[in-house]
Nanobody, 124 residues
Framework: QVQLVESGGGLVQAGGSLRLSCAASGRTFSSYAMGWFRQAPGKEREFVAAISWSGSSTYYADSVKGRFTISKDNAKNTVYLQMNSLKPEDTAVYYC?????????????????WGQGTQVTVSS
């Protein structure tokens, strides 16, 4: 059973940046795609970004494309989400997740393991 621990959330002003990290336990981290999702109060969880097992393919929600960058360091068992030009509508709890397969997708049901989440709040 893999454990995922997110960090890096916090309070930032609109236009600012944050980098989220997700550290994974286990020796099979490099074999799976990883992703980030978010859930704002009163809203459903939504896909943010995903990355394939090798890091060669990335996928983004239209709402974050051009502002967020997902990356993966297999040597450190860590996946990152660099968030730039943050907007108040980016405020949410951000969750890291491990895909069931090596290649990523945007469907939440394709991800089998989830972290506990980290809060990101963007003030206007």
């Amino acid at each position: 059973q893999v454990q995922l621990v997110e960090s890096g959330g916090g309070l930032v002003q609109a236009g600012g940046s944050l980098r989220l990290s997700c550290a994974a336990s286990g020796r099979t981290f490099s074999s799976y795609a990883m992703g980030w999702f978010r859930q704002a109060p009163g809203k459903e969880r939504e896909f943010v970004a995903a990355i394939s097992w090798s890091g060669s393919s990335t996928y983004y929600a239209d709402s974050v494309k051009g502002r967020f960058t997902i990356s993966k360091d297999n040597a450190k068992n860590t996946v990152y989400l660099q968030m730039n030009s943050l907007k108040p509508e980016d405020t949410a709890v951000y969750y890291c997740a491990r895909h069931r397969l090596p290649f990523g997708s945007a469907r939440g049901t394709d991800f089998g393991s989830w972290g506990q989440g980290t809060q990101v709040t963007v003030s206007s």
